[in-house]
């Protein structure tokens, strides 16, 4: 368990700087493919994109590359079985699909023209996330010339879905369809990124998501405030002061249960967090915001990555327009939703708002409680072997930096491969924050792109050792 | 003072009798003109309605009768001088134009083709206010008929606005334009209404208004709940949080000093209130309410009447479209009405209120306010001789009934004649409930109507009599 570079890095490092020029060429063919997924004149090029993938996995050569139907965009799916009776499976995932761009938002040159500048490869997906994806050819082929073996040290299954930028709406049906097939001893996800070009990291965890609607209704239509205010209940007030009473003075959620089981951050968890070179003026200005508020005893990166969350999305209700209008308004409605960390159960979360919603709706206000799907916390134990098999590997690929541990606050479809394969899902991303993901002149940086290709030459072998 | 009828009564009942034909003929004439002041088209209708009304104070005997005009729609100002050198001045205020009515909305017959059915006179405007107006005319002459006067026994002056309907956006600048010759020692506003047909009563006065809009401003644009959330200040939570702040758990208003030196209900007012026939259920009903919900220690009435609140009338924030959308607004919009009582003044509320707001926006939020034109509040003591005056010549008109006492929840121009002309506000109003204001199939109990008529004879004689 080294921290230095050992033989295998200049082997590694020689053969992908050997197919680098290839590997571009082949990248920057993906990205002139216009995959987007949100806009409809794009999905014959979404399926072009889907179809140009599974050529060029059994290209690398994988055995198994195909497309995958959904009631949308296609996914793909590649399998490369390993030989040995008693390797283990590995499945990682990442999305063809990428966001809206056109050259007069702001893009230097066309989005879907990629160009390299500076040794950044500038395109839409460039790093979010065909770039991400891409690596894995390169790697996997970096990883065979190291070992001298003819199919990988792991069962190799690919999952690159089409619809990520559009909400992963058919992406739970789809592992559920196929789970036979999908079946993994974990699962790698390439759709995250690292802390910056100078500190490498993994990320090892996203939270959680619970969302509802809350429709309270008053009165049959708008009444005058003056004849009736003061007297009837106000569907807005109440809304209002259920937002306001969802945290207490230190600004923690005070719905009874809501911290119930979770994974509390250790003292060495905290430490590492810590040990981040974070910049709260520069987290603000990514923020857009202009000052920072949170549950008290958390700093502001815990507060992302490891609390669970109660915000409000929306509200509304009553008189919008310019000017004043004396009513008390017949409805209101608003627009909800928990963030969650490990231990958290969406199900018991929606008992949990559902009960303290309803004991504090007065009488004659009507509620209703609408809940979209939730999505599932995911966190990797610190102590994992395949945790530290990735950390290993990437550390090799670095020089043998210390590497780092991020998580993500937000939430993704790796909670239901976690959920669906019941598998450890971990976070191989190399994408930085200055990549501008869904902004113009998206770009990865060429320089931390190989270092993916070379952290999966070191990995399966790593992890084939670790996971028998 | 009696409760009972006196010689008076037949006299003036004999004269209204004979005249009854030709009033009624002629205030449907003016219900015939669609004096609807929100609608651009009827503006032509406004004028006429001001024209034909002037025309028509003038042959009831008034000297003077004008139209006057606003950058809106033209008010009607007329004046009857006494002739005693003492006579003291009685201002009678009311409105011309009406609200918006088409048969389509539910009318079984033309909204401005005065049709009578069982003793009512339905026609937009027949109660609200042309109808109330319109008893003012043949009143004067049954005064002067029971009196032998050629001229009122009080300077009486009349200003019968066009735009009361759209907010009477002009009023005050109207009144304080003509403020001199406005001057009167009372002012009888006759556009409001009675409890019921068998519960006459005199509205003693009206609840004030100040109102405002909030604007919270949090991040440059909305951001991304799973990345930020948790983490910095949410717009819509600090609105939901300051309108959940404005009342404590007995429903009393928290704002420091909201409640200084307002007039509490006496034990005898809330003794009247409580003698009045009071049904919560079908005053829910009118309320289109399911509940009651207020200040603690107040019945419903008291509550609507005589206690100032704070209300939501709109609140808005952040994503309100269909699903859901997990992102922090980067802006929450609040609009707060305050009704104000007796003692309540708006510019202290107005400051009270801005000092609140600031002090409960946390670091990271930018707020603005911006009020609009307060509105005073108007309340006639029990015991002032005036108001005696209405009470005996209602009863006198009322077969010698008990007149009890209502007051109003809103707030009305009457404000504007109380504080300008600094003289006290009375109401005379013979509407009832079930007048159907702004409704389809508006009407007026004829007989009502000219017991509206009936108090007016015998009122300016005792008016005159108290106010010397």
């Given amino acids: 368990m080294s921290d ?11 053969y992908v700087e050997q197919h680098r020029a290839a590997f571009l060429d082949d990248l920057a063919e993906w990205l002139r493919i216009p995959s987007v997924s949100a806009q409809p004149v794009h999905a014959p090029d979404v399926r072009r994109s889907a179809e140009w993938l599974a050529m060029k ?19 793909v799916f ?51 996330d065909k ?15 190291l070992t001298g073996r003819t199919a990988p040290a792991v069962n190799l299954k690919l999952l690159v879905e089409g619809e990520e ?21 974990v699962v790698i996800v390439s759709d995250t990124g690292m802390w910056s070009e100078t500190t490498p990291t993994v990320c090892t965890g996203m939270r959680g998501l619970a969302d509802c609607e809350i429709d309270l209704y008053g009165p049959d239509q708008d009444i005058h405030s003056g004849s009736f205010g003061g007297a009837v209940p106000n569907p807005a007030t109440v809304a209002a002061r259920l937002v306001a009473a969802l945290h207490d003075e230190d600004e923690r959620v005070t719905i009874p249960g809501f911290y119930d089981n979770i994974a509390e951050l250790t003292d060495a968890e905290r430490e590492l967090i810590a040990e981040l070179p974070f910049d709260e003026a520069s987290w603000l200005a990514t923020a857009a915001s202009h000052g920072t508020l949170g549950e008290a005893g958390y700093s502001t990166l815990e ?59 007065p009488a004659g ?67 930085v924050p200055s990549d501008g993901w ?31």
């Fill in 4 to 14: 230095t570079p050992d033989s295998a890095v200049p082997t590694v490092r020689a």
């Fill in 57 to 75: 996995l059994k290209e690398t050569g994988f055995p198994v590359a195909e497309v995958w139907e959904t009631p949308g965009a296609p996914a």
């Fill in 78 to 128: 590649a399998e490369w079985p390993s030989g040995d009776e008693d390797a283990p499976t590995v499945l990682v995932y990442g999305h063809h699909d990428v966001q809206p761009a056109a050259r007069e938002d702001g893009w230097d040159t066309d989005p879907f023209e990629p160009v390299i500048r500076e040794n950044r490869l500038h395109a839409r997906g460039a790093a979010d």
């Fill in 131 to 145: 770039g991400q994806v891409f690596f894995h050819t390169l790697g996997v082929r970096a990883h065979l010339a």
């Fill in 165 to 185: 930028e559009s909400g992963s709406p058919h992406f739970r049906a789809l592992v559920e369809e196929h789970r036979a097939r999908l079946a993994a001893d």
């Fill in 303 to 361: 507060r992302v990555w490891a609390r669970p969350t109660a915000e409000v999305n929306g509200i509304g209700g009553g008189y919008q327009g310019p000017g004043g209008k004396t009513i008390i308004p017949s409805s209101a409605h608003l627009k909800l939703s928990f963030r969650l960390v490990a231990g958290q159960d969406p199900d018991k979360i929606e008992a949990a708002v559902r009960d303290w919603v309803a004991a504090r709706v």
């Fill in 365 to 431: 206000i009507r509620h209703e409680i609408t809940f979209g799907a939730a999505t599932r916390p995911c966190l990797t134990p610190l102590d994992h072997p395949a945790l530290k098999a990735v950390v290993r590997s990437m550390s090799r690929a670095f020089d043998g930096a210390k590497i780092r541990f991020t998580r993500e606050g937000g939430s993704g479809p790796a909670a239901d491969l976690q959920d669906v394969l019941a598998a450890p899902v971990l976070f191989l991303g190399i994408s």
């Fill in 438 to 468: 869904h902004s113009p002149n998206e770009k990865v940086e060429l320089d931390l792109l190989l270092k993916g290709v070379e952290t999966t030459a070191h990995l399966w072998g790593d992890l084939s050792a670790v996971l028998r």
